[in-house]
């Protein structure tokens, strides 16, 4: 027997070679373990993908599917925000755009000539609105002792009704009739008052925080002035440009959905009012004579996914000591909120032409608060002031709202007998 058949290179460099191996195979699997611990994609890709099941099978036991998603999103959140850069802008963009996209749709369904035709149900959303704001403002004030600056800035948030559940939930429910259309309009002006307002009470409180003059009221005024402004001409160029190009239904709805997006950047990037673009460009729209055949399914895979993330950002930034700390408070407001909602509606709503039930039921629908509210916040932060951080009981107003307001919506509408439900 040979030399070589006895003792071969492999004999040799077989051990060399499998301790090479097993060391590469280490450092690949700490790598990869590295890689999902630093990237959240895989893992936001996950949770939003979880989200989406547990909604559709909540769905088929006649629940909102926007209460599931915030429910993942809640579970998940401590995860979730371990996972987040400390700006986190990225994902507050997404958000930005994710709202900015519904409202432009909640724009574009609000009709201007309904409520000129209708004079009566202007007046009953400025006394829904500032009822609630007034019996908010009292009871942050005087009840729990709050600052002043810091009561008008929350008080003017509660007014919001948010248009991504009211919408959502519309579309799951392919619901129509009276109260389905006096809840999308009298939301879209709620949306459009909230702003207003918020934008004006947020320039005191952070001129008396910081001391920065750029945050003056009259600088505030501007503000939304160019921001509506913005919405008009971004909405006027989409028009030029959709005349001159021919597109399919599918393509003029992504057309549209993108031109939000964008204002929604610009807007953020120069510090402007995103919502108010965005709703401004939705009403313009609809008045210059835009088609948007698709709009009304949800801008296709692109707003579906846009929504289920919203409901999963906004709820993973709920901490769970700061939910069981502002319970009380938290609680308390949104009593008053509702009561100050359905008081004013289901007493007003006659005059609207609205029988006792269905103004009552209005009333109801117009429960849910939190995603406007928490994307309001979030916008704080370019401004020097972390709203989110310091409003400690909104966590809990948030918590219950995501709950209990999209179930109090769809509910509203079922008993209406204004719903004909998908699949």
Same mark, same amino acid.
């Given at each position: 027997?040979?030399?070589?058949n006895?003792?071969?290179?492999? !004999?040799?460099?077989?051990? *060399?070679? +499998?301790?090479?191996?097993?060391?590469?195979?280490?450092?690949?699997?700490?790598?990869?373990?590295?890689?999902?611990?630093?990237? =959240?994609?895989?893992?936001?890709?996950?949770?939003i993908?979880?989200?989406?099941?547990?909604?559709?099978?909540?769905?088929?036991?006649?629940?909102p599917? *926007?209460?599931?998603?915030?429910?993942?999103g @809640?579970?998940?959140?401590?995860?979730?925000?371990?996972?987040?850069?400390?700006?986190?802008? !990225?994902?507050?963009f997404?958000?930005?755009?994710?709202?900015?996209?519904?409202?432009?749709?909640?724009?574009?369904?609000?009709? =201007?000539?309904?409520?000129?035709?209708?004079?009566?149900?202007?007046?009953?959303?400025?006394?829904e609105?500032?009822?609630?704001?007034?019996?908010?403002?009292l009871?942050?004030?005087?009840?729990?002792?709050? !600052?002043?600056?810091?009561?008008? *800035?929350l008080?003017?948030? +509660?007014v919001?009704?948010? =248009?991504?559940?009211i919408?959502?939930?519309?579309?799951?429910?392919?619901?129509?009739g009276?109260?389905?259309?006096?809840?999308?309009?009298?939301?879209?002006?709620?949306?459009i008052? +909230?702003?207003?307002?918020?934008h004006?009470f947020?320039?005191?409180?952070v001129?008396?925080?910081?001391?920065?003059? *750029?945050?003056?009221?009259?600088?505030?005024?501007?503000v939304?002035?160019?921001?509506?402004?913005?919405?008009?001409?971004?909405?006027? /160029?989409?028009?030029?440009?959709?005349? $001159?190009?021919?597109?399919?239904?599918?393509?003029?709805a992504?057309?549209?959905?993108m031109?939000?997006?964008?204002?929604?950047?610009?807007?953020?990037?120069?510090?402007?009012?995103?919502?108010?673009?965005?709703?401004? @460009?939705g009403i313009?729209m609809?008045?210059?004579?835009?088609?948007?055949?698709?709009?009304?399914?949800?801008?296709?895979?692109?707003?579906?996914?846009?929504?289920?993330?919203?409901f999963?950002?906004?709820?993973?930034?709920?901490?769970?000591?700061?939910?069981?700390a502002?319970l009380p408070?938290?609680?308390?407001?949104? +009593?008053? $909120?509702?009561?100050?909602?359905?008081?004013a509606?289901?007493?007003?709503?006659?005059v609207?032409? /609205?029988?006792?039930?269905?103004?009552? @039921?209005?009333?109801?629908?117009?429960?849910?608060a939190?995603?406007?509210?928490?994307?309001?916040?979030?916008?704080?932060?370019?401004?020097?002031? !972390?709203?989110?951080?310091?409003?400690?009981?909104?966590?809990?107003?948030?918590?219950?709202?995501?709950?209990?307001?999209?179930?109090?919506?769809?509910?509203?509408?079922r008993i209406?007998?204004?719903?004909?439900?998908?699949?």
């Open positions: 027997m040979s030399f070589a006895e003792w071969g290179p492999s !004999d040799l460099f077989g051990p *060399v070679l +499998c301790q090479v191996r097993r060391r590469e195979l280490v450092d690949w699997v700490a790598w990869n373990t590295d890689g999902i611990h630093q990237g =959240p994609f895989l893992v936001w890709s996950l949770i993908l979880l989200a989406w099941l547990v909604g559709e099978y909540l769905w088929l036991m006649r629940f599917r *926007v209460v599931s998603y915030a429910i993942v @809640l579970l998940a959140g401590g995860w979730l925000r371990s996972l987040s850069e400390p700006d986190g802008n !990225d994902l507050v997404l958000a930005d755009a994710s709202i900015g996209l519904l409202l432009s749709e909640l724009g574009f369904r609000f009709s =201007p000539i309904w409520f000129l035709r209708n004079p009566k149900v202007a007046w009953i959303s400025f006394t609105s500032m009822s609630t704001f007034g019996v908010t403002y009871l942050c004030r005087y009840w729990f002792g709050m !600052d002043s600056a810091m009561a008008s *800035v008080a003017s948030l +509660c919001a009704t948010s =248009p991504v559940a919408l959502r939930i519309t579309r799951e429910l392919q619901s129509s009276p109260i389905t259309n006096i809840i999308v309009n009298l939301s879209a002006m709620n949306c008052i +909230c702003v207003v307002l918020y004006i947020t320039g005191f409180l001129q008396f925080s910081t001391g920065t003059a *750029v945050w003056a009221p009259g600088y505030i005024f501007l939304i002035v160019v921001s509506l402004f913005s919405g008009v001409i971004a909405s006027i /160029l989409l028009k030029w440009s959709l005349t $001159r190009i021919r597109m399919s239904s599918e393509v003029r992504f057309s549209v959905a031109s939000s997006i964008v204002l929604t950047a610009l807007l953020s990037q120069f510090r402007m009012s995103p919502m108010a673009g965005a709703i401004a @460009l313009t609809r008045a210059i004579g835009v088609k948007m055949t698709g709009i009304h399914q949800d801008f296709g895979s692109l707003g579906r996914f846009l929504t289920v993330f919203l999963v950002f906004i709820s993973s930034q709920l901490q769970w000591p700061s939910i069981v502002g408070m938290g609680l308390a407001i949104l +009593c008053v $909120r509702f009561l100050a909602k359905f008081t509606i289901g007493g007003l709503g006659g609207a032409g /609205l029988n006792r039930q269905q103004s009552l @039921l209005a009333g109801l629908g117009m429960m849910p939190s995603a406007f509210i928490a994307v309001m916040l979030e916008q704080t932060r370019v401004m020097g002031v !972390d709203l989110f951080r310091e409003f400690h009981p909104i966590f809990s107003f948030v918590f219950l709202a995501e709950l209990l307001g999209p179930i109090a919506t769809s509910i509203a509408i209406g007998k204004e719903a004909n439900p998908e699949g």
